[in-house]
T-cell receptor, first 112, second 113 residues
Framework: DQQVKQNSPSLSVQEGRISILNCDYTNSMFDYFLWYKKYPAEGPTFLISISSIKDKNEDGRFTVFLNKSAKHLSLHIVPSQPGDSAVYFC???????????FGKGTSLLVTP | EAQVTQNPRYLITVTGKKLTVTCSQNMNHEYMSWYRQDPGLGLRQIYYSMNVEVTDKGDVPEGYKVSRKEKRNFPLILESPSPNQTSLYFCATGVPGNTDTQYFGPGTRLTVL
């Protein structure tokens, strides 16, 4: 059963606007969350993370928000750029392990 | 330069013919892992290793074997490949406790006919 869910397989956003990618999880033991970005023919690369003791983490144009009570996190990209077009994977780790539990990914297309 | 290398990058084979996909890292990481990526299913963990001679099953270990005889290498072995193992495979490495620094290899696209 998928413990990390990305319910939107794709998202299209105009350049300069905000991209919001959503992720839900079911396992209350998850205490660390990460976003990975993947271009075609390349491996995933780490983008940004957040610990469960925080509700927001910001790194340049990327901000991740965590709502623990709703078991929901989101990645905001502002402003979106065409180079942001990629597949974005949400991942979570439990406090007892190290394995990444991935969502199915959301394909983001930023159009000029 | 920190690197995770996988070989081969592309492979087409036939059912039942044993194959090995190699993974090598130059970062002296204790943790190594294999994932497969399938359309609509995201990345699923096959096996992982917390250190030399220590391996554990992930979410989808059936049909795969691994070994960790030395720190830098973590080969994925398919003793008798089947068409349902056609997938894109990624090796990842990292340092336990430093979750931001899991590095992924470039991927191996395997087709089993």
């Amino acid at each position: 059963d998928q413990q990390v869910k990305q319910n939107s397989p794709s998202l299209s956003v105009q350049e300069g606007r905000i991209s919001i990618l959503n992720c839900d999880y079911t396992n209350s033991m998850f205490d660390y969350f990460l976003w990975y970005k993947k271009y075609p023919a390349e491996g995933p690369t780490f983008l940004i993370s957040i610990s469960s003791i925080k509700d927001k983490n910001e790194d340049g144009r990327f901000t991740v928000f965590l709502n623990k009570s709703a078991k929901h996190l989101s990645l905001h990209i502002v402003p979106s750029q065409p180079g942001d077009s990629a597949v974005y994977f949400c991942a979570a780790i439990s406090n007892s392990g190290y394995a990444l539990n991935f969502g199915k990914g959301t394909s983001l297309l930023v159009t000029p | 330069e920190a690197q995770v290398t996988q070989n081969p990058r592309y492979l087409i084979t036939v059912t039942g013919k044993k194959l090995t996909v190699t993974c090598s890292q130059n970062m002296n990481h204790e943790y190594m892992s294999w994932y497969r990526q399938d359309p609509g299913l995201g990345l699923r963990q096959i096996y992982y290793s917390m250190n030399v001679e220590v391996t554990d099953k992930g979410d989808v270990p059936e049909g795969y074997k691994v070994s960790r005889k030395e720190k830098r290498n973590f080969p994925l072995i398919l003793e008798s490949p089947s068409p349902n193992q056609t997938s894109l495979y990624f090796c990842a490495t990292g340092v336990p406790g430093n979750t931001d620094t899991q590095y992924f290899g470039p991927g191996t696209r395997l087709t089993v006919l």
